[in-house]
């Protein structure tokens, strides 16, 4: 099985997921997603980190979301380049950003309404301050 076949297989049984705290937030369905298409532990360095909202708050003020993805070697790309793989990062209320997994054209995303769920990443990439990042190279651009 591919890397992508992988992530697919992944992100399937992802959605519809109840949203939790260091399990199923945003920042943990961003990292799980890296981890699966390329055999990494990213999400292992900050599993356990937070259980509650205003621990995951705490954490991401001293460190955001964009820092831990450079950490990881992560480069920035234009929005109309976001492939499989790479993760879209946009500000939200008073987090310093969000973290969204794209799979091609849907991008996975969680928040504590709708749980793991779909996107059109379209929708992230034409917002102004969005960034997209790519850690793990995608083998197959698929849009």
């Known amino acids: 099985m591919t890397p992508e076949q992988n992530v697919i297989i992944w992100a399937r049984g992802m959605l519809g997921r109840e949203f ?8 943990m369905i961003a990292l799980g997603g890296l981890d699966c298409l390329n055999g990494s532990d ?17 954490h991401f003020q001293t460190e955001t979301p964009s820092g831990v993805l450079k950490s990881f070697g992560g ?6 380049f976001a492939v499989l793989g790479d993760v879209i990062t946009v500000p939200a209320g ?13 991008s996975l995303c969680s928040d504590q309404t709708l749980g793991v769920h779909l996107l059109p ?3 992230l990439t034409d917002l102004d ?3 997209v990042w790519r850690v793990a190279k995608c083998l197959k651009p698929y849009h």
Request: glycine content about 10%.
């Open 129 to 131: 301050e969005a960034v």
């Open 94 to 106: 008073k987090w310093p950003e969000q973290m969204h997994f794209v799979l091609g054209s849907k």
């Open 20 to 27: 939790v705290w260091g399990e199923t937030d945003c920042a």
């Open 42 to 58: 990213y999400a292992g360095v900050y599993r356990g980190k937070w259980t509650t909202e205003a621990e995951a708050l705490a």
């Open 75 to 80: 480069e920035k790309f234009p929005g109309t």
């Open 121 to 123: 990443t379209r929708t």
